[in-house]
């Protein structure tokens, strides 16, 4: 039987995209080969990457002034690449220290520019999003992590700025909807509500970028991707294939205004509990709770490992909090089905019946 899978990433994903992304992995279309060994140049491939391309502007509504790629390296080298696309040496801009992702970002960015923090919430192990501070206005840019992985916190409310904004939306990219023009780059792994890891998806201003002086490696010019459609070196085939397959699914299921309406009632549903019952708590500042990482705690810590030992017989797996906190995290991306939040809710219920 199928586990329930609540792990933060690589995490869950449609169903329907892992049976369709089987069958390709042994016969793609007509081609009489598996995806796993056609060109990227292939008319069979390029078609896949345009059509990834048509429903991310489709879906989040992105229009012809940004460009959309798929490059590898992970979250993490979008760290330093959109610094150092960004910002010339003394050039400001400022970031919003979050969590532990923020902070890694912020220290990449430090090599490439005067690197200020508007506001941190380490002050509480990032439980909340800082809110009230400054933005000068000579900011190249105020770089965000909109969601807080590891903290289960998330961000609802956008500063109000005209300073354009750099997300690291790796944790809720498709959840909901956005208003693109606020952005001067998006960027995310794919591996949370996308596809599987190995694959990044990064949405660039064209207008923001080749204003550096200094010469940048080929690969790491957002530029030299953009002239090449994601394909100036061997793109990651299968991750922007499994991903095309997210996109159309997502589609299908009402885009991201229905993914945003289903992740209200999911997250509802689990701190609503999280809430009544006797025996948990969430650790996150109720008005940032993150509808994709619900993070919680037992009063009483001793009972942690029976907890667990109950989600693992009724097949839910990957509640284990992260280190940095403690307790559990449910990860509950676009693919978790409402039943599967239901049976984590259940399991939480009875306990509480037998410990009390
Ligand atoms: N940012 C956030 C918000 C994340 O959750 C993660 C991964 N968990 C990363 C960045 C790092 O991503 P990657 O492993 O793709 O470099």
Redesign the pocket.
Known sequence: MKKINFY??PAILAQEVIEEASKSALSFGDMGLSILEISHRSKEFVSVLEEAEALVRELLNVSDEYGVLFLS???????YMTAMNLLNEGDKAGYLDT????S??IKEAKLFGEIEVVASSKDKNYNYIPTGYDIPSDYKYLHL??????FGTEIFNWPETDVPFVA?????IFSRPLDISKFSIIY?????NLGP?GV?LVIVKKDILNKVEKALPTMLKYQTHIDKDSSFNTPPVYPIYVSMLTLRWIKKNGGVAAMEKKNIEKSDLLYNEIDRNSLFEGTAAKEDRSRMNVCFLLKDEALEAEFLKDCAAAGCVGVKGHRSVGGFRASIYNAMPKAGVQTLVDVMKKFEEKNT
Not at 168 to 172: A, I, P, V
Request: glycine fraction near 16%; avoid cysteine.
């Open positions: 933060a990433g390296g992970g979250a993490s080298s979008q760290f969590g532990a992702w923020s890694k970002a992590t909109s969601n807080n992985t590891i690291d939306m790796s944790s809720d995310a792994g794919a591996q949370k890891s990044t």
